[in-house]
């Protein structure tokens, strides 16, 4: 359950439709794995991070506004040994924090969050079969690594009120797999999350949007994801563990046939009135797609006075008002859920339903239940229903002489793309 802060944060928000109730954070600029679909990296690299003492000024900074939930993103996160005390940072401030991670976070790290009371954490998966996710982070391994960070979460997090969440990105890859993916998130009592893919032409610069071709889907397509929208709902209705509101799932379908979202209020987002986004270097930014040419810092003690005098608005103007709008998760459900009150309804009875338990499983158990969820889904894991060529890289994929070249392939296409990492300057 949400702090006080972050109620009356909501309730502000509900009433004045200005309150930034949700900020995401990239606190680093690294990450260990290379992800077809997301270009964060590349874009906040070599910007540097804040120190401990820097952190507890933007948490400041961001209680004095009035924020409420704080998401502790990356690069990944966990990459920061003191990812605990910069979790610490917020929660002294009464803010709620939320923690991500693909997968690497120790067990030692996850109880040290958990001591200072952070308990609402989010891993990412997207596949319930390691080669195709090994694939799309173009690293060997890390399926088995994010299923091993599941168990040791289950094991950290399964005593008392901890909301653990996995985080899926739905593509033209894994859109038949959805519901076993959710499944599998039900029946370890977590909740699933999907955000649809964000793939931008090459000649646009996007700081999160990747440009890999792959992920979208064909015209063809747009039947089938109709019927899988109905289907989540249908099995969210029967208490299926999805996060996402159906007036999502339907826009995020609109959003991939026509690349325009339904969900702004007038066409235009709500950043940074709702929510907004802070750079590894603590600059303000609109969100995860754009970096300002002057922008506000959350470090300044000024920044305060600058949100409530219009400052930070005016930075952010020119950005919101040309934008043609994207659909990542929280954006969307946080101004869904503050102008349209059927969906604040289902947000809330999500929130106030008395939700099962995280169970603590081993990750062989975890593994016993993906093949067992797996064979429930013939249609999905027993035949071939991608484009050819996505069949034939997932096949090189899994022999390293082949993947050798796969992965030459794409380091020279994200160089043409410019998606260059920069040495971080910590
Ligand atoms: S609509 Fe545009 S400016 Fe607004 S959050 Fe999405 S990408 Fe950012």
């Given at each position: 359950?949400?702090?006080?802060?972050?109620?009356?944060?909501?309730?502000?928000?509900?009433?004045?439709?200005?309150?930034?109730?949700?900020v995401q954070f990239y606190?680093?600029?690294?990450?260990?794995?290379?992800?077809?679909?997301?270009?964060?990296?590349?874009?906040?690299?070599?910007?540097?991070?804040?120190?401990?003492?820097?952190?507890?000024?933007?948490?400041?900074?961001?209680?004095?506004?009035?924020?409420?939930i704080v998401l502790l993103t990356g690069g990944e996160p966990f990459l920061r040994r003191d990812v605990d005390q910069v979790a610490k940072a917020f929660l002294d401030e009464g803010l709620d924090v939320r923690l991500q991670t693909a997968g690497i976070a120790t067990l030692d790290q996850l109880q040290r969050c958990h001591d200072v009371g952070a308990k609402d954490i989010n891993i990412s998966l997207d596949s319930l079969e390691s080669n195709k996710q090994d694939f799309i982070n173009s690293v060997p391994g890390s399926w088995h690594k994010a299923i091993g960070a599941?168990?040791?979460?289950?094991?950290?997090?399964?005593?008392?009120?901890?909301?653990?969440?996995?985080?899926?990105?739905?593509?033209?890859?894994?859109?038949?797999?959805?519901?076993?993916?959710?499944?599998?998130?039900?029946?370890i009592g977590?909740?699933?999350?999907?955000?649809?893919?964000?793939?931008?032409?090459?000649?646009?610069?996007?700081?999160?949007?990747?440009?890999?071709?792959?992920?979208?889907?064909?015209?063809?397509?747009?039947?089938?994801?109709?019927?899988?929208?109905?289907?989540?709902i249908d099995m969210k209705r029967q208490g299926y563990q999805l996060f996402d509101s159906e007036r999502f799932l339907w826009s995020s379908v609109e959003?991939?046939?026509?690349?325009?979202?339904?969900?702004?209020?007038?066409?235009?987002?709500?950043?940074?009135?709702?929510?907004?986004?802070?750079r590894p270097n603590g600059d303000f930014s609109t969100c995860c797609d754009y970096t300002l040419d002057h922008p506000p810092s959350l470090l300044d003690p000024e920044f305060p006075r600058m949100y409530r005098d219009g400052t930070v608005k005016s930075a952010a103007k020119s950005t919101v008002e040309s934008c043609a709008g994207c659909h990542y998760g929280s954006y969307p459900e946080v101004t869904i859920s503050v102008r349209d009150r059927k969906a604040f309804l289902e947000r809330a009875r999500t929130s106030l339903s008395r939700r099962p338990a995280v169970k603590s499983l081993t990750e062989e158990s975890l593994l016993a239940l993906v093949g067992a969820i797996k064979d429930r889904y013939p249609e999905v894991y027993s035949t071939t229903w991608l484009p050819e060529r996505a069949e034939q890289k997932l096949e090189m994929w899994k022999e390293p002489g082949q993947r050798r070249l796969l992965t030459i392939e794409d380091n020279a296409t994200r160089k043409e793309e410019g998606r260059i990492r920069r040495r971080s300057l910590r």
């Open positions: 359950m949400f702090s006080w802060r972050t109620k009356w944060s909501i309730l502000r928000a509900l009433l004045t439709k200005s309150s930034p109730y949700y606190i680093n600029g690294v990450c260990n794995l290379k992800c077809k679909q997301c270009n964060i990296v590349e874009t906040n690299s070599g910007i540097g991070e804040l120190s401990i003492p820097q952190m507890r000024m933007v948490a400041e900074n961001i209680r004095k506004i009035g924020g409420g599941i168990s040791r979460v289950g094991q950290v997090f399964s005593q008392g009120s901890a909301i653990c969440s996995l985080g899926c990105v739905l593509s033209r890859f894994n859109y038949k797999e959805i519901p076993a993916i959710l499944e599998f998130a039900t029946e977590w909740d699933l999350s999907l955000v649809p893919v964000h793939i931008a032409d090459s000649a646009e610069e996007m700081g999160f949007r990747s440009y890999d071709r792959d992920f979208i889907f064909a015209k063809s397509d747009m039947e089938d994801l109709e019927r899988l929208v109905e289907t989540l959003f991939l046939r026509t690349g325009t979202p339904t969900w702004r209020h007038n066409g235009v987002c709500d950043s940074p009135n709702l929510y907004f986004a802070i």
